[in-house]
């Protein structure tokens, strides 16, 4: 059984320009959600999304944006960026249609903004 | 929305020792999980337990969803252990969207 992968492993960005950040879910996983954990704070919802739809959403802008692909995979983009970007991205997948939703998550995506 | 405090939020033991961390939530869930963050940052899942109790090797876990909290054991403490853990859960029909706690700090020393 494969985990949940991601990639890069770290990125540095320009304030001002745009990122992309792949995952791949666990096999078996249809459900896909995005977190944003800054320095010393747990995790924050981003979005999340199930057969290739966004299925609820957190407190973020309209310039995070994602996608789900038919495979499961997913992206996050994120437009304009600015330093409070700076976090640990992770991605979690999990199963749906038991009612369990078990969240599993990726090594994350250490972002930088400068 | 819920509210999730975790404490205490920084816990230093001995190798050997045992410890309790708490997890307070402030309304009903669906589900909750209990992870331990690596100095790398990867979540290791250690239990799902929206309610009951739960026993994995020197782990322990148990919730009192009608009162709200979560208590996770750690027995005989390595330095292993070191690292941040913390409690998340999902609302009903919120099914996967996790409001994470701030987290307890542990470091254990040899």
């Known amino acids: 059984e494969t985990g949940v992968t991601q990639s890069p492993t770290h990125l540095i960005k320009t304030r001002g320009q745009q990122v992309t950040l792949r995952c791949s879910s666990q096999?078996?996983?249809?459900?896909v959600s995005w977190y944003q954990q800054a320095l010393g704070q747990g995790p924050q919802f981003i979005f999340q999304?199930?057969?290739?739809?966004?299925?609820g959403r957190g407190n973020f802008p309209p310039r995070f944006s994602g996608l789900q692909f038919p495979n499961y995979s997913s992206e996050l983009n994120v437009n304009a960026l600015e330093l409070d970007d700076s976090a640990l991205y992770l991605c979690?997948?999990?199963?749906?249609?038991?009612?369990?939703?078990?969240?599993?998550f990726g090594p994350g995506t250490r972002l930088t903004v400068t | 929305g819920i509210q999730v405090e975790q404490s205490p939020p920084d816990l230093i033991l001995q190798e050997g020792a045992n410890s309790t961390l708490r997890c307070n939530f402030s309304d009903s869930v669906n589900n909750l999980q209990w992870f331990h963050q690596n100095p790398w940052g990867q979540l290791i899942n250690l239990f799902y337990?929206?309610?009951g109790t739960k026993q994995n090797g020197r782990l322990s876990a148990t919730t009192v969803a009608t009162e709200r909290y979560s208590l996770l054991y750690i027995s005989s403490s390595q330095t292993t252990d070191s690292g941040v853990y913390f409690c998340?859960?999902?609302?009903?029909?919120?099914?996967?969207?996790?409001?994470f706690g701030q987290g307890t700090e542990l470091s254990v020393k040899p």
């Open positions: 337990i929206p309610s």
């Open positions: 999304y199930y057969r290739e739809e966004e299925n």
């Open positions: 096999s078996g996983h249809n459900t």
């Open positions: 979690a997948s999990s199963g749906s249609g038991t009612g369990v939703y078990e969240q599993y």
């Open positions: 998340a859960v999902d609302r009903y029909n919120q099914g996967g969207k996790l409001i």
